[in-house]
């Protein structure tokens, strides 16, 4: 893309926080790849601070900087809480990097990722070498389709299921958000099946928080929320919920088989699994009364 404007000088992308009060704005240097999908606009820009960032209606998804965070907290949860993940289903995460942690265990057989939009994979293939560098792998299955739908064609068949979705009021993201759809998720899990999804963050997404949580929780019989930094994203403090049906992430967690990631890790390890699931006073309350 040809600009007369000066890099890092004239070239800026702000993200406007819910309701669009605050936000985070970026120095940009290269504007790499914009286009109109059936579903959102996808931009891929290159910064000297973030390196490359990835947003959806100008909403941030991915930045190389921090992207081990998010996906980190999100997979590795449910992952390390199933005694043995073989097949997992991610719905959504077209950026790769869900799949590029669960293919970090062992045992993975076989991942379907479920996106909605081919054009946010052909876009990270092509531009996010860093965030989907496992997307061509084997045992990778890509369906292109709306989550929602898909995984009602399951009944008993994940070991693992991960909602790596846009936020409810962007794009199709809404339909990743309702109690239909984690029944559903609930259904096509085996019987040790773990889940996670990622939650939004309280202080500019509360509801949506609260709404995932509350009904993940009219769902499955373990629902409990966790917390991780997620610098580039809305407040930086991110929830995701856990779900299973029966495994609680902390009295039946064994921290021995978290050992020998550390050379693949960066955010999670041992302790950051057990201090994820310490909530805040004023969320404890919260959540309690939901
Ligand atoms: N790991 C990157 C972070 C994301 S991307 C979320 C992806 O979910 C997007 O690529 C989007 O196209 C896809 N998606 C949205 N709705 C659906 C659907 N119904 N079925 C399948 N895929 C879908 C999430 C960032 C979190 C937001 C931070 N504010």
């Known amino acids: 893309m040809e600009y007369g404007f000066v ?28 286009a109109q999908s059936k579903y959102q606009r996808i931009d891929i820009f290159e910064t000297d601070f973030f390196g490359r960032v990835f947003s959806l209606d100008g909403i941030t998804m991915t930045t190389e900087k ?23 289903l991610v719905i959504g995460g077209g950026d790769g990097g869900s799949v590029r942690e669960v293919l970090k265990h062992k045992s993975v057989e076989k991942v ?20 989907a ?68 963050d309280w202080l500019y997404d509360g509801a949506w928080m609260r709404l995932a949580y509350s009904r993940i929780k009219k769902v499955f019989p ?10 580039s994203y809305p407040s930086g403090m991110w929830a995701y919920t856990f779900g299973s049906k029966g495994l609680d992430p902390l009295k039946d967690f064994d921290s021995e088989r978290v050992k020998g990631f550390e050379e693949e890790l960066k955010y999670y390890n041992e302790e950051i699994h ?3 699931f310490a909530l805040p006073t004023f969320l404890k309350k919260e959540l309690e009364k939901l």
Request: net charge negative; aromatic share 16%.
């Open 7 to 34: 890099p890092n000088r004239h070239l800026w992308y702000f993200e406007y926080y819910t309701p669009g009060n605050c936000g985070i704005f970026m120095k940009m240097n290269r504007h790499l790849y914009s």
């Open 112 to 131: 379907i990722m479920c996106e909605i939009d081919e054009m946010v994979v052909e876009a990270a293939k092509k531009y996010l070498p860093v965030t």
């Open 274 to 276: 057990r201090a994820a």
């Open 133 to 200: 560098s496992k997307l061509d792998d084997p045992r990778v299955e890509l369906v292109f389709e709306d989550g929602s739908k898909f995984v009602r064609n399951f009944k008993n068949e994940f070991d693992v299921i991960i909602i790596d979705s846009t936020d409810p009021t962007a794009g199709e993201g809404g339909h990743l958000f309702t109690e239909d759809f984690y029944k559903a998720c609930y259904d096509a899990l085996t019987e040790n099946g773990t889940f996670s999804a990622e939650s939004e």
């Open 66 to 88: 921090d992207d081990f965070f998010y996906h980190e907290m999100l997979v590795h949860v449910p992952m390390f809480m199933h005694p043995n993940p073989k097949k997992v």
């Open 222 to 231: 373990v629902t409990k929320l966790y917390l991780g930094f997620m610098p």
